[in-house]
């Protein structure tokens, strides 16, 4: 019975969905890969996939506009007009069974003209970040305001 229990877990469909995020011009979108509650301990996001094909993955954009965290999230920096000309959708992987599922929805960054100077406030953060001893860690803090936002 266990193990019924076990392969059903394991062999459930879900459906990824990412959400259009919404940007004042400079500032920091953040697209996020929304996953089903019964699958979120088994699932993680692998890459993310542009309109144009071009797979962004975690460690591979140093100086890019780019950054996926350790956590799935994709983080689009100094976002401007032509940004929101792209789509991109989360592809993710299952932990246990190796298999690959890409959202059904694609995401896309609206991007806003700024009317006036705002004060920066915070979008996104995570209040618990997990990692190994010694290893590289990040710890995402975004926000927006006009003029955008500078982070140290």
């Not at 697209?31 to 975690?58: G, M, N």
């Not at 995570?126 to 006009?146: D, I, K, M, W």
Request: net charge positive; glycine share 6%; aromatic share 8%.
């Amino acid at each position: 019975m266990t193990l019924d229990i076990f392969v059903s877990v394991i062999k459930q469909r879900f459906d990824p969905q990412v959400y259009d995020d919404f940007v004042v011009r400079g500032n920091t979108a953040v697209l996020k890969c929304h996953l089903p509650t019964f699958v979120r301990e088994y699932v993680a996001v692998d890459s993310w996939i542009r309109d144009d094909k071009q797979v962004l993955k975690r460690n591979d954009m140093k100086g890019s506009s780019y950054s996926v965290l350790n956590s799935g999230e994709l983080l689009i920096h100094g976002v401007l007009e032509k940004d929101s000309h792209r789509t991109f959708h989360c592809q993710t992987r299952h932990r246990l069974t190796g298999e690959m599922v890409m959202s059904v929805s694609a995401g896309k960054i609206v991007v806003t003209e700024p009317h006036a100077s705002t004060l920066p406030r915070v979008t996104f953060s995570q209040p618990q970040v997990r990692t190994e001893e010694g290893s590289f860690t990040q710890l995402p803090c975004v926000a927006q305001g006009n003029p955008p936002p500078t982070y140290r």
